[in-house]
């Protein structure tokens, strides 16, 4: 394992000890974790906002917008049949029939 120092204010480093005592490992176990847990957040971030311009990219598409909106229309349906189900509700059989095997263009 590769190891590297790291200066600290003095009031975080009080705080890093601090938290070490509370969880009663070292201090080196806090900061790989803090580390680990901010670069696992910086790549989440990174990820949605690529998932954000490739959506924003796609919806300026006037044919992959109609898609995505007949799309979701269909899950709306089906959404709403599952939630019928699931509080007992009777579902008519026309409702049953919503979104499968059709798709629009």
Request: no cysteine.
């Amino acid at each position: 394992m590769a190891g590297f120092s790291i200066r600290l204010p003095e009031e975080l480093e009080d705080r890093l000890d601090a938290e070490a005592r509370r969880e009663g490992v070292a201090r080196a176990e806090v900061a790989r974790l803090a580390i680990a847990e901010f670069l696992a957040r910086r790549e989440r971030e990174r990820f949605v906002s690529a998932l954000v311009a490739e959506a924003r990219a796609a919806y300026a598409d006037p044919k992959i917008r109609r898609e995505a909106l007949a799309v979701a229309e269909d899950f709306a349906a089906a959404d709403s049949e599952a939630l019928d189900l699931a509080e007992g509700k009777p579902v008519p059989a026309r409702a049953r029939a919503v979104g499968r095997g059709r798709r629009r263009r």
